[in-house]
């Protein structure tokens, strides 16, 4: 599925023109009168996609905006196009949330630019959100001795340094390191460090947060 641009501006000429521009550049498009229809339609945010709004008053609208999407749980990236604007009023706009906002008449390699942005930034962004959900279901999996396991491992102790922390042998400690490298589908050590950083599970670790990889 190609990205989807929503398009948010009262003027029909105007609105018509975005959508034609975005079309002819292969992207799909949904167009809006204001910010409430937008929200009462409840674009899904995992779909790959930005906001585009027009606004005539952007010094007063854009935080007012920006708050009524966030507020209302919409997190998508917003860019803003406006008939007036100058460098305080963009400064103002980044500050409240926005993506970027451009001053019309818009240099096409400039807007499509942000919007490619824009969007790579929100796939990326749900590439995240969707490996975190399925990171933290894996790690639930886990029974309390492989979490005890998986704790120690990334941290880099050695199968020797586990068994003598939990008061077992290092033949079980390898039959529960195997176990946890199934359910987390670590193909390796390395792997399995790697995700526990990104899920920040070794920020509090210390003085072992700077964790070595262990020997097998």
């Known amino acids: 599925m190609s990205a989807l641009v929503h398009i948010v501006d009262r003027d029909a000429a105007s609105q018509a023109g975005i959508d034609h521009l975005l079309r002819a550049c292969g992207y799909q498009t949904r167009a809006y009168l204001s910010p409430d229809e937008i929200l009462s339609q409840r674009p899904d945010s995992e ?3 930005c906001i585009v709004v027009d606004t005539a008053a952007p010094d007063e ?4 905006v920006v708050g009524l ?16 604007g100058d460098a305080r009023i963009g400064v103002r706009a980044i500050k409240a949330g926005a ?4 001053t019309k008449p818009v240099e096409r390699d400039e807007f499509l630019g942000a919007i490619d942005r824009a969007i790579t930034r929100q796939r990326l ?3 995240q959100e969707n490996w975190v959900r399925l990171s933290l279901a894996r790690l639930e999996r886990l029974t309390r001795r492989e979490r005890e396991v998986f704790d120690l491992v990334v941290r ?7 068994a003598f922390a939990l008061g077992t042998t290092e033949r079980t400690i390898k039959a ?3 176990k946890v490298m199934e359910k987390m589908q670590a193909r390796s050590v390395v ?3 790697s995700c526990a950083e990104r899920l920040g599970l070794l920020r509090s670790a210390g003085s072992d947060s700077g964790a070595r990889v262990p020997a097998t």
């Open 47 to 49: 779909i790959a996609s």
């Open 61 to 64: 609208s854009i935080p007012d």
């Open 69 to 84: 999407f966030s507020k209302a749980g919409l997190n998508l990236p917003v860019i803003f196009l406006t008939d007036r």
């Open 99 to 102: 993506e970027d906002l451009f």
């Open 125 to 127: 962004a749900n590439e």
């Open 156 to 162: 880099g102790k050695m199968n020797k340094q586990v």
């Open 176 to 178: 529960h390191r195997h």
């Open 191 to 193: 792997e399995l460090v």
